[in-house]
């Protein structure tokens, strides 16, 4: 089994710059399909990036292409998404997501079988 555990969302200002992070515990990190998602209210759930458990590409939603970076430390089993030049457009909450192995749908939330709580992002104009 399993679990995520997010952290690292606020309230920033638009322009400004946040870290979130998600420790993994249970199964072998470095074999897990990692990704965010994030759902703002009346929204669903989108796809923000992820990383290939073969490997480690790296994969962005649109939205946040150039502005938000993906990395992992495997010795810490945590997963890291560096955002860029915030938006009031990326106030959502953030969850984090795992699966055993390689997926050709990354961006299919439904291919993942654990998530964390999520983690609440503000973004203020």
């Known amino acids: 089994q399993v679990h995520l555990a997010e952290s690292g969302g606020g309230r920033v200002s638009a322009g400004d710059s946040l870290t979130l992070a998600c420790k993994a515990s249970?199964?072998?990190?470095?074999?897990?399909?990692m990704a965010w998602f994030r759902q703002a209210p009346g929204k669903e759930r989108e796809f923000v990036a992820g990383v290939m458990s073969t490997d480690g590409s790296t994969y962005y939603g649109d939205s946040v292409k150039g502005r938000f970076a993906l990395s992992r430390d495997n010795a810490k089993s945590t997963l890291y998404l560096q955002m860029h030049n915030l938006k009031p457009d990326d106030t959502a909450v953030y969850f984090c997501?795992?699966?055993?192995?390689?997926?050709?749908?990354?961006?299919?939330?439904?291919?993942?079988?654990?998530w964390g709580q999520g983690t609440q992002v503000t973004v203020s104009s």
């Open positions: 997501a795992s699966r055993f192995g390689f997926t050709a749908q990354m961006t299919n939330e439904s291919r993942y079988g654990y």
């Open positions: 249970g199964g072998t990190f470095t074999y897990n399909t």
